[in-house]
């Protein structure tokens, strides 16, 4: 089968075959009540200033089909919901909690009790659970596509090509009973037939330990995939895990099919088998300032100085300090702000190893058009981000199918002119999509005239 353009990054795996360790839970947390820059409506907190909450307990409703509950965190009291709290993608309201350093669970929790494939969305919905891959799109909204049409396949995605991060990797070796728990969810309410867990090939015992994990189970593939970026990105996961191509305009589940990170799949066992909403995860702290580097089990809503410090802090001054992996992450410029759900690294580099290249002009090398998965040209999009005529621009941009990218910066890997082509590619999302916005505008209010 033909495979997608990729890129190989060097892989930095260093915390492959260290097993999560929960570390001591920090002394406050801090909840946003907007876990995405694109999830516009808050949350509604259902409690108040001086409240005693417990672990797993509700504290604020979803009010927008785009996000998800929120519960708390840790035992202890609400100390404030703050108005400008700051977090990575900006200031937002947010719930701080001083914790009790009990860590009580909620004493009403229990699993869920479904009856029917309504009742399950319900509780997709009050697990808190959102996508982990990285979008952070709440569950119960990407399982709902099963009240348009049939789920007959659940492609798991396990790939986790960006450099450094492993903490799905220790998932598939750690919760594979939790794995299996969702999985049969999946086959009892949305009746799918077919699940197939996408790993890349730098990851053989995981490989090797689910596919005698789930042996017995013929509805279960485990589908070995090249190392290469980016592997885990939607598109091409689906391409080189199935084949299936999904064209301009149309919607994946049109395919029969649902993408799920397995750290996803493996909440929703355990929040079914327990009945604990999301409260905490693993994630890897690594990079080359950072003293120790781990996997760790922490509580949402703990700030990143909290957790490099359960790393043994930063043994170099760190360079740049990015929330996920260096190719796709967020670099932040305070270490208070929290670890939000989809979270999944801390990625701190040392001073010496962020040093700036210099953008030079294009010499029309063609690499980055080579080496774009999904065949775009961010050369194209590059040099009409420059033009002064907006309406131009626009058509170009939509024409190119600028929406289509999905931003994973394998264009400005390869770019030997040091080109900073996906984040002209962000901002050029950006002015479309303001761009489209007014021009609605305009052409409802003529048609109102
Ligand atoms: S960032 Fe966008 S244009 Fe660049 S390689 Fe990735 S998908 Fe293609
Ligand atoms: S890779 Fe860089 S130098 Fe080469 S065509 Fe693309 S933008 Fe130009």
Same mark, same amino acid.
């Given at each position: 089968m033909r495979k997608m353009s990729a890129v190989k990054v060097p892989h930095h795996k260093n915390t492959a075959g260290m097993a999560s360790e929960r570390v001591t839970p920090p002394d406050e947390v801090l909840l946003p009540l907007v876990f995405n820059a694109h999830r516009v409506i808050p949350n509604e907190p259902v409690v108040a200033v001086g409240d005693h909450v417990y672990v797993g307990q509700l504290i604020a409703e979803a009010r927008d089909k785009s996000t998800a509950p929120l519960h708390a965190t840790v035992s202890g009291t609400v100390v404030s919901i703050d108005e400008d709290a700051v977090v990575t993608s900006g200031k937002v309201k947010a719930i701080r909690i001083k914790s009790d350093g009990k860590m009580e669970k909620d004493p009403t929790l229990k699993a869920p009790v479904v009856n029917s494939v309504e009742e399950f969305l319900a509780a997709c919905k009050d697990s808190g659970i959102v996508g982990l891959g990285g979008a952070a799109y709440p569950l119960h909204g990407k399982l709902s596509a099963i009240l348009k049409a049939p789920i007959k396949t659940v492609l798991i995605n !396990?790939?986790?090509?960006?450099?450094?991060?492993t903490c799905d990797h220790r998932t598939m070796l750690e919760n594979a009973a939790e794995m299996k728990a969702g999985i049969e969810q999946l086959k009892k309410w949305l009746k799918s037939e077919k699940f197939v867990i996408g790993i890349e090939s730098n990851k053989p015992d995981a490989i090797a330990y689910l596919r005698d994990y789930f042996k017995d189970d013929s509805s279960v593939e485990i589908k070995k995939l090249a190392s290469v970026y980016p592997q885990g990105a939607k598109q091409v996961l689906l391409f080189n895990a199935t084949g299936i191509i999904v064209k301009k305009g149309e919607r994946l589940a049109a395919h029969g099919v649902i993408i799920m990170n397995v750290t996803t799949l493996a909440k929703m066992g355990e929040f079914f088998t327990t009945g604990m909403p999301y409260v905490e995860r693993t994630i890897t702290v690594d990079g080359s300032a950072i003293a120790n580097p781990r996997n760790i089990v922490i509580p949402i809503g703990t700030s990143i100085d909290y957790a490099v410090k359960q790393c043994g802090g930063f043994k170099a001054e760190p360079g740049r300090i990015i929330l996920g992996g260096p190719m796709m992450g967020k670099t932040v410029d305070t270490l208070d702000a929290p670890i939000a759900k989809a979270t999944n690294a801390i990625v701190a580099l040392a001073e010496k190893d962020c040093l700036e290249l210099k953008e030079t002009p294009c010499i029309h090398c063609g690499k980055c058009v080579e080496h774009c998965p999904l065949n775009l040209n961010p050369m194209m999009f590059s040099n009409v981000m +420059?033009?002064?005529?907006d309406d131009m621009k626009a058509m170009m941009l939509e024409n190119g199918a600028i929406?289509?990218?999905? +931003?994973? !910066?394998s264009c400005s890997f390869v770019c030997p002119a040091h080109r900073p082509l996906a984040a002209t590619n962000h901002t050029a999302k950006g002015f479309l999509k303001k761009y489209q916005a007014a021009h609605a505008e305009a052409q409802e209010g003529g048609s109102k005239k």
């Open positions: !396990g790939a986790e090509c960006e450099p450094y991060i +420059e033009l002064k005529n929406n289509v990218c999905m +931003e994973c !910066g």
